[in-house]
């Protein structure tokens, strides 16, 4: 079973910047797929994006594309999101996922494995 823990998060203002670290404790961390997701309050959780297991794929949702990059260091069985020009809609709890599809996968449903979540503010 693979736990995750996110770290990161913060107040930041609008226009700037955060990278959200995503750690896994399980070994075979590089034969997962990882997703991003955030939930605001009120509002489904949804996709934010996704990672193949090498680093060689990714994909965005549209309201992040351009700002957002993911990137993963399988030696160090950690996962970041990098995410710039923030705005106060992108605040909302992170979270990561693990999940064992080879495809890209934006559905919740098709992650086995989560950690807590990260708090994101933007302030405006």
């Known amino acids: 079973q693979v736990q995750l823990v996110e770290s990161g998060g913060g107040l930041v203002q609008a226009g700037g910047a955060l990278r959200l670290a995503c750690s896994a404790s399980e070994r075979t961390y590089g034969s997962y797929a990882m997703g991003w997701f955030r939930q605001a309050p009120g509002k489904e959780r949804e996709v934010v994006g996704w990672?193949?297991?090498?680093?060689?794929?990714?994909y965005y949702a549209d309201s992040v594309k351009g700002r957002f990059t993911i990137s993963r260091d399988n030696a160090e069985n950690t996962m970041y999101l990098q995410m710039n020009t923030l705005n106060p809609e992108d605040a909302a709890v992170y979270y990561c996922a693990a999940s064992n599809s080879v495809l890209v996968v934006t559905g919740s449903s098709r992650y086995a494995y989560w950690g807590q979540g990260t708090q994101v503010t933007v302030s405006s």
């Open positions: 990672i193949n297991r090498s680093g060689g794929a990714t």
